[in-house]
């Protein structure tokens, strides 16, 4: 064999980076208009799809495509057109930012056998994994139904169909049903323990709150980047822990496909239960029969959402997430530094377990949520994470 051939087949060196590069850019096309739920459910997708290409590299076991490990095969060429292939398919709204970004991912690898056999082989993950998806729903036209209106029932807080119904006719990607971990439902509006969450947003979460500090203000805005925000902390918790490409693609499917069947089966429970928000719980108190209750028809929260108060999303998300890492790294000891683009500040966590409690006060304090549906939320995405933990390989 002559030099020139050895150095054409030589695996090139392998790093982390087309994992995190393609992790950042499925994000950066899947959230434009679409909601935070949905869109993570397409992001968790498309780490399905990384984390097998990556497998099929020779680092680590699969999670859905088995192929035989092709360790002479560009890792760049097979992430991305993996990904790229997923995106292009379930974002085609993103087409030309697609191209683009693959395009000149694609030219910046040598040509030679590896970059073929690397598109070769993320094609085909691709393409199974896209079989695997279809007709999960995603694409499913569900309108609302509105429930007999009255005392603790729902109602649209605004003109445009409720936020992410869809997800109510969407399959798990591991879960055997979106049923599976659904909490018990909210308190009856005539207990004690509902009479003192309603207090709580009442006085914190409305949108003129003389008891809500400027501090605890700026930790609700900071929680309204959701999964974009989260991609950042992710792949740079990936870097700064120095994570090979195949650690770093299993920690990215273990918490984005817990997070995509935690939000799933939050949004099913959610149009279940179909409980009312606090700014009508507070402005219709006259009508909950707790003598406990008061009302306010003047009340307005410091923000807004479009779908069913229980359980609360941000809380069965933000779980799931948490306790993904926990389950990976072994430990909740694990130093996460998130940013947020709607405050421009960074905080930095110590533990796991304080970015929930931080989520927690921060949707009761914008006048979102009960306290009983963050923490039903948290046992929610919790349990969901565990049970993704010990069942991805299997699932199929």
């Known amino acids: 064999m002559s030099a020139g051939s050895a150095v054409a087949t030589k695996p090139e060196p392998v790093s982390a980076a087309p994992v995190l590069d393609w992790s950042r850019w499925a994000a950066q096309a899947i959230v434009v208009g679409r909601p935070p739920a949905s869109s993570e459910v397409l992001i968790g997708i498309v780490h399905v799809a990384i984390a097998d290409t990556v497998a099929g590299l020779g680092h680590g076991r699969p999670f859905l495509v088995d192929v035989r490990d092709d360790r002479l095969a560009s890792a760049r060429a097979a992430v991305a057109t993996a990904a790229y292939d997923v995106l292009r398919a379930r974002v085609p ?43 999960d729903g995603m694409a499913n036209q569900v309108p609302y139904v509105q429930p007999p209106a009255g005392p603790g029932v729902w109602e649209p807080t605004a003109v445009t169909p409720p936020v992410d119904i869809v997800l109510t006719q969407v399959k798990p990607l591991v879960l055997r ?24 947003v009442a006085a914190v979460g409305r949108v003129d709150s003389a008891v809500r500090t400027e501090k605890q203000t700026e930790t609700v805005r900071f929680w309204t980047d959701n999964a974009a925000q989260w991609t950042r902390a992710l792949t740079a918790l990936a870097e700064t822990r120095q994570l090979s490409i195949g650690a770093a693609a299993r920690m990215l499917l273990r918490v984005h496909v817990s997070a995509a069947d935690s939000l799933i089966t939050c949004w099913a429970a ?77 905080r930095s966590y110590d533990r796991l377990s304080d970015v929930g409690a931080d989520v927690r006060e921060a949707r009761i304090l914008s006048g979102l949520h009960f306290r009983h549906a963050m923490l039903d939320g948290e046992v929610l995405g919790r349990g969901v994470s565990h049970w993704v933990a010990d069942h991805l390989r299997a699932a199929r």
Do not use: M
């Open 93 to 135: 709204g993103q087409q030309t930012f697609l191209d683009a970004t693959y395009g000149e991912y694609l030219a910046a690898v040598r040509d030679g056998d590896a970059k073929t056999r690397g598109v070769r082989l993320g094609q085909k993950v691709a393409a199974a994994v896209l079989a695997w998806r279809a007709n």
């Open 177 to 200: 049903s979106s049923t599976q971990f659904r909490p018990a439902g909210p308190d009856p509006l005539t207990s004690r323990r509902y009479a003192r969450d309603v207090a709580e």
């Open 270 to 346: 959610k149009f279940h239960f179909t409980s009312w928000r606090p700014v009508h719980a507070i402005q219709r108190g006259d009508t909950d029969g707790n003598p406990r209750t008061g009302t306010d028809p003047t009340w307005s929260p410091l923000l807004a959402a479009n779908h069913p108060e229980y359980p609360s999303g941000h809380s069965c998300f933000t779980n799931a997430v948490t306790t993904a890492l926990q389950s990976y790294f072994h430990t909740d000891r694990v130093r996460l530094v998130i940013s947020s683009t709607v405050t421009g500040t960074t």
